[in-house]
């Protein structure tokens, strides 16, 4: 648990236990993790199908080492990360987020694990979701809204190499679209969108009114024509956000997940195989998503567990499990107040 939800690595862990005089085989922490995610696998799969249902979910992907036999360097597969949250506007969502671990990041998993979605999906500018819409499954079923975060982080690494007036004027234009949004959060989707027509949709007109004028004149070498051509070329996404109040400006709340597992991945170098990456993917998910409800993962997990494992909730129950659905038990309220 404290590897997912803590990224402290299970060789660590067996050091602090060993100082304690607890000595334990170097085999058996991965087994209790394996059958932790043997246990709650249904549930997980359960929060997929839950974060699928809504309207408005975020994808994005980052590399995992995994170590395989036989090789002395470890192979680079991917954690895919799946998450929605309506806290923003106060809808009806919940805060939830599901890593999926493939072997790649090729155009067939984006295929494979939203070929049956419909709705709007927030992504960065990567080619696999344009595919999916463009010629792929989700065709005409799906619409892309892209982060303005991402278009934001071309105009400063820009500026950084070559201060630019033309990049600091853009970026300072981005950072009042920001100050309208830190003023409309929680809002509902509509007074959102009535904010934004009335403020936000002249500050957008202004980037790409300077955007086009600028552009004719800079080497299309340069790191200022290429953040204004990725601009440009995500311009229908990145406004997305100006047409339905639900959206927005950004993917943060699936980046904000993908913390996580970078520092596991920081702490722990790699996954020792890819059934391990699995098994990741599956305690990370949940305990993330307990966490961002605001619980505490241990006692959430050791609830749960102790549920499926007695029985005591069936599988046709299981979403009484979820986060947000989640209740102890009466003993450990009683415990909790003494």
């Not at 590399?63 to 597969?77: A, H, I, N, Q, S």
């Not at 007074?191 to 790409?208: G, S, Y």
């Not at 995500?234 to 993908?258: A, P, Q, S, Y």
Request: proline share 4%; with cysteine.
């Amino acid at each position: 648990m404290a590897r997912s939800a803590w990224s402290i690595p299970l060789n660590r862990q067996l050091q602090m236990l060993a100082g304690q005089g607890v000595i334990l085989d170097r085999a058996l922490p991965s087994r209790w993790m394996r059958k932790i995610a043997w246990w709650v696998k249904a549930l997980y799969d359960r929060l997929l199908a839950y974060i699928h249902s809504q309207s408005r979910i975020f994808c994005d992907e980052t590399r995992m080492p995994v170590l395989e036999k036989g090789r002395r360097r470890t192979r680079t597969t991917q954690f895919w990360a799946h998450a929605c949250d309506d806290g923003p506007w106060s809808g009806p969502a919940h805060p939830a987020v599901v890593y999926i671990h493939a072997r790649g990041r090729r155009h067939a998993e984006a295929f494979e694990q939203l070929a049956r979605y419909q709705g709007v999906i927030q992504v960065d500018g990567y080619g696999a979701y344009k595919a999916l819409v463009r010629s792929g499954p989700g065709r005409g079923k799906i619409t892309l809204a892209f982060c303005l975060a991402h278009a934001r982080r071309k105009f400063v690494d820009a500026y950084r190499k070559s201060p630019s007036p033309v990049a600091a004027a853009i970026i300072a234009l981005i950072g009042k679209v920001y100050a309208v949004e830190a003023r409309v959060r929680k809002g509902t989707a509509t007074q959102r969108l009535q904010t934004r027509l009335a403020e936000t949709a002249d500050v957008m007109a202004k980037i790409k009114a300077q955007i086009d004028t600028m552009l004719p004149g800079l080497s299309p070498k340069s790191d200022l024509a290429k953040a204004m051509r990725y601009t440009l070329n995500h311009w229908k996404g990145l406004t997305l956000f100006l047409e339905d109040g639900r959206i927005e400006v950004d993917t943060n709340t699936v980046e904000r997940g993908m913390r996580n597992v970078a520092q596991g991945r920081k702490s722990s170098l790699f996954a020792g195989s890819e059934d391990g990456a699995q098994t990741w993917a599956v305690i990370a998910s949940l305990l993330q998503t307990a966490r961002v409800n605001g619980l505490d993962p241990y006692t959430w997990l050791n609830d749960v567990l102790k549920r499926i494992v007695t029985g005591a909730v069936k599988i046709n129950e299981l979403d009484s499990l979820f986060a947000w659905n989640w209740r102890p038990a009466a003993e450990q309220v009683k415990a909790l107040a003494a």
